[in-house]
């Protein structure tokens, strides 16, 4: 997909995932208490909403990164309105690369971008950096049927073959040495009302530009597309909420638990 048509018709949409400040607010309530002073990281942030519900909430800095300037600056913008520019720093750069000593991290968030570096290897990578008893909260594309419709499985098989149950992350997300302590479901309102929604009538207004523009038609008809699908198939799937806490079980490569620290 070319990404300089995926940034146009993505520029300024609140959300560059399902997601609500609700959601964000559920699951922080949904956690254990953080240290005093936590070191708190949100991973491909984008606008970065959730950024701010963190910061608001936990009344802590955040680092928040992405690696697209452009929604950094939104963010950075965003949180100057609010009065939370003390609180949230923006950092650009690859969530794959990141440079926290080991041991030193609270909390990793991540809303709807571990499919990025895919669900498990996001956690294998990430639990170094995570204190002892860290958490990782990430929202993941789930199937929530054992039995989804064909052209649903057929778009998430070309689209993202990774995607698995509730209960096949829960699996994964032990297996990589975290104890999942709770998970959620978004509503259908999380996906349409600050991310579908808004995009669909950002695809209407493009379509005049795509006459003369081949790689913006095609995000376009892409995103066309993905939405029809959801909008169909939206109940056999969804994105729901991980909330993760590093266990003194070491990952493993086979399924097998080992104990012992890391
Ligand atoms: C699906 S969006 C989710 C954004 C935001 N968390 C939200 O829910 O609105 C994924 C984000 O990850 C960023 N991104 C993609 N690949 C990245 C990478 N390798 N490292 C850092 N950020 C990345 C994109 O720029 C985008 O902002």
Redesign the pocket.
């Known amino acids: 997909m070319n990404l300089d048509a995926l940034f146009i018709l993505h520029r300024d949409i ?6 609500s400040d609700e959601a964000t607010s559920d699951a922080i309530r949904r956690l254990p208490p953080l240290p005093p002073r936590p070191r708190i990281l ?9 950024t701010l519900v963190l910061a608001r909430q936990y009344q802590t800095p955040i680092i928040a ?4 300037a452009p ?1 950094l600056a939104h963010l950075r913008r965003s949180a100057e309105g609010e009065g939370l520019s003390e609180l949230v720093s923006t950092r650009l ?5 990141l440079k926290e000593q080991p041991d030193s991290v609270d909390l990793i968030w ?4 571990i ?3 895919g669900f498990e290897a996001g956690l294998r990578l990430w639990r170094p950096l995570l204190r002892d008893g860290g958490l990782l909260v990430a ?1 993941e594309a789930t199937w929530l049927t054992d039995d989804p419709p064909e052209e649903a499985e057929a778009f998430w098989h070309a689209e993202y073959p990774a995607i698995t149950t509730v209960e096949g992350n829960i699996r994964a997300a032990t297996d990589c040495g975290y104890e999942v302590l709770d998970h959620f479901t978004l509503p259908p309102s999380a996906w349409w009302n600050e ?1 579908y929604t808004p995009l669909r009538k950002r695809v209407a207004r493009l379509r005049e530009e795509a006459d003369t523009n081949s790689a913006l038609a095609e995000v376009l008809d892409d995103t066309e597309r993905e939405i029809a699908i959801y909008d169909r198939y939206g109940d056999s799937y969804g994105y729901v909420f991980y909330l993760m806490r590093k266990s003194t079980q070491n990952p493993t490569e086979n399924g097998t638990s080992s104990s012992g620290r890391s």
């Open positions: 609140p959300r560059e995932g399902p997601g949100d991973l491909g942030c984008g606008p970065g909403k959730q990164v992405d690696f697209h929604y750069g690859r969530m794959e690369e991540i809303e709807g971008a499919y990025i570096v929202s991310y």
